[in-house]
Nanobody
């Protein structure tokens, strides 16, 4: 059974760092573009960034210079490295694989940035 599972969220002070992981099971990620989304309380889910099969990355302007996406196909895992976190980064973070047969989504991991 194909699954994505996020981990690494938690409570962090402003200016702190976290590394989120998205571990895949039941299939290999090496054929897929992968994305990170987030959903803040009362807000719609928004794109954070993406990584291609070859490792090219894109992040949205609001996190540019602070967040980095990477992947380790041997570990079947994608990462979101988050630095200089701000309260407005508080959200549930999801990983996603878009597929014509139906997207894969993880269950999300909560990030709270607060002093």
């Amino acid at each position: 059974q194909a699954q994505l599972m996020e981990s690494g969220g938690g409570l962090v002070q402003p200016g702190g760092s976290l590394r989120l992981s998205c571990a895949a099971s039941g299939f290999s990620i090496n054929r897929y573009v992968m994305l990170w989304y987030r959903q803040a309380p009362g807000q719609e889910r928004e794109l954070v960034g993406s990584i291609s099969k070859s490792g090219q990355t894109h992040v949205v302007d609001s996190v540019k210079g602070r967040f980095t996406i990477s992947r380790d196909d041997a570990e079947n895992t994608m990462y979101l490295w988050m630095n200089n976190l701000k309260p407005e980064d508080t959200a549930v973070y999801f990983c996603n694989i878009p597929r014509s047969a139906g997207d894969y989504w993880g269950q999300g991991t909560q990030v709270i940035v607060s002093s």
